[in-house]
DNA sequence: ACGATATGCAAGCTGCTACTTGCATGTCAA
DNA sequence: TTGACATGCAAGTAGCAGCTTGCATATCGT
């Protein structure tokens, strides 16, 4: 499993996770038209290599069917951080 | 203003904030000792530019006294995180 | 004032990371 | 089956991040 706080650590990463936040179980090609759309340049094996980063990680599922693969985002392994630093609105004192 | 993301990729600026969340307060040599006693085989100068990086990303306030420094550890940065993919145990659904 | 202590600054080296390029694989439609 | 489409794989390159090294600065005790 791969380190959290590294796969974070890239804008376009983090562009990513952004995207499928607005829109679960995109396509690889269609996160990538969209990417481009928002001023990204990055190209489709830049992206690739992000993803197998961000899956690496448990921050994105990857399930493939047919031709394409359908990208979806986990936020649970961002959990880990709360409890290692206990922050946040919530996690505050009692 | 630094990137919170890139501050917190390095393991051992991680461990740097979890001394500081275990004991405020700390002077750059108690830090490094305590790094030392814990595997960390970092130089202080590491550590002084580990601060450097941790102080531009707002992780971490350093005030200075006579030659000594303290530092302390500020994790209100890290609630962007939570803001941006709303997750953890609390900013469930509603 | 002088030495010891605590930290700051800057240049150079190294390894990793993101990116590109080119090709391979696999799936669907006709 | 054949061609077009969606993705995978791998090697090579460039830039940056973390580390070291050496010296400079500043503060405290005596």
């Known amino acids: 499993m791969g380190d959290v706080y590294k796969a974070l650590a890239d804008p376009t990463r983090r562009a990513i996770l952004d995207e499928l936040r607005d829109r679960a179980g995109q396509t690889l090609f269609e996160l990538c038209t969209r990417l481009l759309g928002k001023g990204f340049t990055s190209s489709r094996q830049a992206i690739s290599q992000h993803l197998a980063v961000l899956e690496d990680a ?5 399930r493939r069917e047919g031709r394409y693969i359908f ?8 959990q880990q951080i709360y409890e290692r630093w206990g922050i946040g609105p919530c996690a505050s004192d009692t």
């Open 58 to 62: 448990g921050l994105v599922v990857i």
């Open 71 to 78: 990208i979806d985002l986990d936020t649970s392994p961002l």
